[in-house]
């Protein structure tokens, strides 16, 4: 049973272009979170999703980010014109459940220069 | 609001020895804690994982508590190695999300 995935491991983007994240639960998870951690600081919730539904997104800026989780395929993490102040590691985790243990991916390190 | 504090921010001991990491939580409505490590530049290992039921875990040197009446617990260390150098991070799921401490860096001198 393969973990949590997550691609790429390693993004690149200049100031203004679009960085999408994504995440391929482990096999049987239909609850997937993403967690943010900016440079020497704690991982911060951003976003629950379900298939086709977003069940908590209190923790996500409110202006250029968005989160999906379709029927079929891995969710999806946007950043619409990134800043520098986006670079950061951001995780994406997996449970069977709500409020069960979460399974957390290896991360996507996102550089905007 | 829920917190979770860690205490130490840093530690450094030499090999050999036994030692205690704590980790504090504001709300006792919690559903499970976690203990996990980070290595620099690195992705999180779960270590050990409390059901809010349980007083205890242990996984080979490790031993963790939980005392939800007083928003505590420990994770113990035995025996430390160098290669248990890291920061471990504590976790509570409050809900369906889990909130981070701030990290301990550990040390472990040769």
């Known amino acids: 049973n393969a973990g949590v995935m997550q691609n790429p491991r390693h993004l690149v983007r200049r100031r203004g272009q679009e960085a999408r994240l994504r995440c391929s639960p482990m096999k049987g998870h239909s609850h997937v979170y993403w967690y943010r951690q900016l440079p020497e600081e704690g991982l911060k919730f951003m976003v629950y999703?379900?298939?086709?539904?977003?069940?908590?997104e209190s923790g996500m800026p409110k202006e250029r980010f968005s989160a999906e989780f379709p029927k079929e395929g891995p969710s999806i993490l946007r950043i619409q014109q990134v800043v520098r102040g986006d670079s950061a590691a951001y995780f994406c985790?997996?449970?069977?459940?709500?409020?069960?243990?979460?399974?957390f991916g290896p991360g996507t390190r996102l550089t905007v220069t | 609001k829920q917190e979770v504090t860690q205490i130490p921010a840093a530690l450094s001991v030499p090999e050999g020895e036994n030692l205690v990491l704590n980790c504090s939580f504001t709300?006792?409505?919690?559903?499970?804690l976690q203990w996990f490590r980070q290595d620099p530049g690195k992705g999180l290992t779960s270590l050990l994982l409390?059901?809010?039921?349980?007083r205890e875990q242990t996984s080979g040197r490790l031993n963790a508590s939980l005392d939800k009446s007083s928003g505590r617990s420990t994770l113990y260390i035995a025996a430390s190695q160098p290669g248990d150098s890291a920061t471990y991070l504590c976790?509570?799921?409050?809900?369906?999300?889990?909130?981070f401490g701030q990290g301990t860096r550990l040390t472990i001198n040769p």
């Open positions: 985790a997996s449970s069977p459940q709500t409020s069960y243990e979460q399974y």
């Open positions: 409390i059901q809010s039921s349980q």
């Open positions: 709300d006792s409505a919690i559903y499970n």
């Open positions: 999703l379900q298939k086709e539904n977003i069940i908590d």
């Open positions: 976790a509570v799921m409050f809900g369906q999300k889990l909130v």
